[in-house]
């Protein structure tokens, strides 16, 4: 199983930026992919996850700002981030469930900065 992670970068705060996670070595239309992140100095806390069936789920901290959805043709899931504050800086991590293991990408840095 590989997740890659891409689209981060450096942004202005209110401004906006596209995640997109690709995995590869699972059946990707059947799992529930999530995805999270890392701050400086905090612990690794969910953004969100969507289902199979799109139902998704939102910490409070960015709902209504960032909208997670999935490309199960492209085996994909992007993180659209919209409003970003500082407080949105992070490793952007996505992973997914397997048989009780669970896999990591390898994360990509968001950085909200004027």
């Known amino acids: 199983v590989q997740l890659q992670a891409s689209g981060g970068g450096l942004v202005q705060p209110g401004g906006s930026l596209g995640l997109s996670c690709k995995a590869s070595g699972i059946n990707f239309s059947i799992h529930t992919i999530g995805w999270y992140r890392r701050g400086l100095g905090k612990e690794r806390e969910l953004v969100g996850n969507i289902t199979p069936g799109n139902s998704v789920t939102y910490a409070d901290s960015v709902k209504g700002r960032f909208t997670i959805s999935r490309d199960n043709a492209k085996r994909r899931v992007h993180l659209q981030m919209n409003s970003l504050k500082p407080e949105d800086t992070a490793v952007y991590y996505c992973?997914?469930?397997?048989?009780?293991?669970?896999?990591w990408g390898q994360g990509t840095l968001v950085t909200v900065s004027s």
């Open positions: 992973n997914v469930v397997r048989l009780g293991r669970t896999f």
